[in-house]
T-cell receptor, first 116, second 115 residues
């Protein structure tokens, strides 16, 4: 089935040790998003790609970077994880808008990051 | 600014009863309103959505209503079952340029269905 895949599902890293989370999609969607979700909170958008164009949210810390080498893959790099970065990280995709009509976002299962 | 409010934050109902979750949004240009269900340890899953040119949409036990004038939209779940227990997020889209959108989520409602 076409889907959004995130690996790994669980990631443990040490304080300050760089970590990379990966997302892949078989939907051939133009747009890919990374969200951070902390316990009992809504997902918070970190950044997104429209094709190769990268768009950072104004309040996303510099510690978070992203790469999209091709349509199918997108990576989230956390350069120096702090204890406050422990969260669920969600990848999502969507097609570009059909004229004026928005399209749904498809979410992956998430990667739960633990920082020791 | 872009904002979606959602109430209640927690909701507990008896199995078989109905559940209603209400949301408001700030941007009158929003034209797409998805509802997501998130079970513990999983990513959000779309359960129903509505576009701004429609006032109501129903899918089996789930229905959504939209009042564009008041900028309100609501989720109705009838004949609730224990497997409906989850966190529900409403959302509204805000246009980013001409081709794609940013989704703003409400803070979520934790629904518990008591057998």
């Amino acid at each position: 089935d076409a889907m959004v895949i995130q690996n790994p599902r669980y990631q443990v890293t040490q304080f300050g040790k760089p970590v990379t989370l990966s997302c892949s999609q078989t939907l051939n969607h133009n747009v890919m998003y990374w969200y951070q979700q902390k316990s009992s909170q809504a997902p918070k958008l970190l950044f997104h790609y429209y094709d190769k164009d990268f768009n950072n949210e104004a309040d996303t810390p510099d510690n978070f970077q992203s790469r999209r080498p091709n349509t199918s893959f997108c990576f989230l790099d956390i350069r120096s994880p702090g204890l406050g970065d422990a969260a669920m990280y969600l990848c999502a995709t969507s097609r570009a808008r059909d004229i004026l009509l928005s399209n749904e976002q498809f979410f992956g299962p998430g990667t739960r990051l633990t920082v020791l | 600014g872009e904002n979606v409010e959602q109430h209640p934050s927690t909701l507990s109902v008896q199995e078989g009863d109905s559940a209603v979750i209400k949301c408001t949004y700030s941007d009158s240009a929003s034209n797409y309103f998805p509802w997501y269900k998130q079970e513990l340890g999983k990513g959000p899953q779309l359960i129903i959505d509505i576009r701004s040119n429609v006032g109501e949409k129903k899918d089996q036990r789930i229905a959504v209503t939209l009042n564009k004038t008041a900028k309100h939209f609501s989720l109705h779940i009838t004949e609730t079952q224990p497997e409906d227990s989850a966190v529900y997020f409403c959302a509204a889209t805000f246009g980013l340029g001409t081709s794609y959108d940013k989704v703003i989520f409400g803070p979520g409602t934790s629904l518990s269905v008591i057998p």
